[in-house]
DNA sequence: CCAAAAGTGTTAAAACTACACCCATGA
DNA sequence: TCATGGGTGTAGTTTTAACACTTTTGG
């Protein structure tokens, strides 16, 4: 016989982040065996971003910069006929604003790296990897690799980031004078001793935001 | 009062070629005044793309050779409560493939050139418009446009294409050239006469099929 | 023989790649 | 003073961009 066909509206996040030089992923716990992406079901009268931003603020406590939307999963049909629309977004927050150690949370919601993900339910591995390529992608071309970094910076941060997620080693002076002749940063004057306390302090940079639209426009401005 | 919060979800697509040297879409008649985007609604146990190539089919006849997911507007909510999802693919067709004119149905469905839209329904002309830009991105990393081009083609047609895609002119040498390091086209050893019978008959070229999928990996190969 | 479109190389400028040493700091 | 990470320039190669004439065909 055949049911009636109502359909599901989901929707999840995969929120990205670098964290000890590697790409990490926020999941929350669904079961002793499986974890998630945030995720829930928009509100009656909520737009499809608000309600992304606000399951990421609830579950996690995260306030991302930048979201924007991946892909839209919708073949899935369980037995009872009402088909689910999984609407995934990705998002990314620098790495300083990752305090999640920090919440009594732990157990429940979690980074994890690209090389260590635990099982996932439904189609979320998926959808995560799904996520990374689109990052990668995007990084060529576009300035969102910024969107992971707090306000002021070094170039090794920078440089690190780029390495991390295009998942290659970058030439240090080659990078530099390209970053330099693209004229999108500037010199805070401050000075950050390393994290180890070792080593010459690097200076800190911050983004000229003018620039930062600018660029999108004129393809490949990151051919690293 | 709140209202029961039913979903309807809703697939659209834009179907794009390229026909007298620009950029068209094909659009179906709504009423006297408005045209939409071929659209309609998934059968209860039908993947979305699917769905897409069956609408299309359907409504114009034609079968797509190149269907993406576009973009998912799912934030109209209409008087009813009852929440809209548009699933907007696009998808390209060869030139040759558009023979409406043929058909008696050019009063309900037609193209239209990127310059000259008439008035649509809903947010169509926004899906349209999005649909273009992503285009546009595409056509500069990957082979997306090779799916505009019949079969056989002349470097002319390839040339035209891309010119047409990016709204710039290309210097024919240089671009002839670097279709010709690429490796991917091989003659047929047939001729065409140009269209209006005159000039010198060019060469037709077609895409070595084993080539195409490996090129779409290494970024930015035809940076024109 | 004229109009129209196809086809073909070279050169200068810009971008990219590879590469090695000195500097400032804390321990 | 040493270990650690920050910072800097150059030269060879590759890629890109600009540019004009000859060829083949149909009318």
Redesign the interface.
């Known amino acids: 016989m055949?049911?009636k066909?109502?359909?599901?509206?989901t929707v999840v996040v995969v929120v990205m982040t670098i964290s000890e030089g590697v790409l990490k992923t926020l999941l929350v716990r669904h079961d002793d065996n499986h974890w998630s992406l945030p995720g829930g079901i928009?509100h009656?009268?909520e737009?499809?971003t608000k309600a992304a931003e606000r399951i990421v603020l609830e579950s996690a406590g995260i306030d991302m910069e930048y979201l924007e939307?991946l892909?839209?999963f919708?073949?899935f049909?369980p037995d009872n006929?009402a088909?689910v629309?999984e609407?995934a977004y990705h998002g990314l927050v620098p790495s300083a604003l990752l305090r999640i150690d920090k919440l009594a949370t732990r157990q429940t919601i979690s980074w994890f790296a690209e090389d260590d993900q635990p099982p996932m339910i439904d189609n979320h591995q998926e959808v995560v990897s799904v996520a990374h390529q689109r990052l990668r992608?995007k990084l060529?071309?576009t300035a969102v690799g910024f969107e992971l970094l707090p306000d002021k910076f070094t170039l090794a941060d920078l440089q690190n980031l780029y390495e991390v997620i295009l998942g290659k080693e970058l030439d240090k002076r080659n990078f530099r004078k390209k970053i330099n002749d693209l004229g999108i940063l500037e010199p805070t004057g401050e000075e950050r001793t390393s994290r180890k306390g070792r080593g010459r302090p690097a200076s800190l940079y911050r983004f000229k935001s003018e620039v930062f639209h600018t660029i999108e426009t004129k393809?490949?401005i990151f051919?690293f």
């Open positions: 055949a049911r066909s109502g359909i599901k509206l928009p009656s009268d737009p499809l939307q892909f839209t919708g073949d049909i006929g088909r629309i609407v992608g060529a071309y393809g490949d051919p």
